[in-house]
C-alpha cells in the first residue's frame, strides 16, 4: 500500500496560457493565480497558497516549519492528512518548495526550470541570440 506523504514528488503539471492578458504579473493576485494554475479547484489552491505563505513566514523569521507540524498544518488549513500531503507533493514536484532536515523551505528550482526550458525554446527552436531574450 502507499502512503501520500511517501508518494514520489519529482514532478507536476502546470497550466501555461498563451495569451498576454492571462499573465502571472497582470494578475491582481499573482500568488493565486500561479497556484490556479497547479491546482485544478479554487479551495486547493487558496489552501496552497496559504501553506506557501506559512512556509514563507517561517522561513524569514529564522524557524522554518517542520515536517512534524503536519497535525498543526491540517488544522490550519483545515484539511486531511492525505489533502495536505497531496497537496504538498505537488508544491515540491512543481520545485516551489523543498524539504531539508525535516524543514521546509521555498525552493527555486521552480524558476530555474521554467527560464532553462524558456532558454532552450528562444535558442534552440526559434534560434534567437540568448543575449536577445532579454
Known amino acids: 500500500m502507499s502512503i501520500v506523504k511517501n508518494a514520489p514528488k519529482t514532478a507536476t503539471t502546470i497550466v501555461i496560457r498563451s495569451e498576454s492578458s492571462a499573465r502571472i ?6 500568488y493565486y493565480s500561479l497556484m490556479r494554475r497547479l491546482f485544478q479547484e479554487d479551495a486547493t489552491a487558496i489552501r496552497g497558497q496559504k501553506f506557501l505563505n506559512l512556509v514563507e513566514s517561517r522561513q524569514k523569521e529564522g524557524n522554518p516549519l517542520r515536517t512534524e507540524d503536519w497535525k498543526m498544518i491540517i488544522e490550519y488549513l483545515g484539511v486531511s492528512r492525505a489533502s495536505f500531503y497531496s497537496m504538498r507533493n505537488k508544491l515540491t514536484g512543481a520545485g516551489l518548495i523543498t524539504v531539508k532536515n525535516k524543514k521546509y523551505h521555498l525552493s527555486g528550482q521552480f524558476s530555474k526550470d521554467l527560464m532553462d526550458m524558456a532558454r532552450w525554446w528562444w535558442t534552440a527552436i ?8 532579454d
Not at 504579473?25 to 499573482?30: H, K, L, M
Open 126 to 133: 526559434l534560434e534567437n541570440s540568448e543575449e536577445s531574450m
Open 25 to 30: 504579473s497582470s494578475s491582481r493576485d499573482p
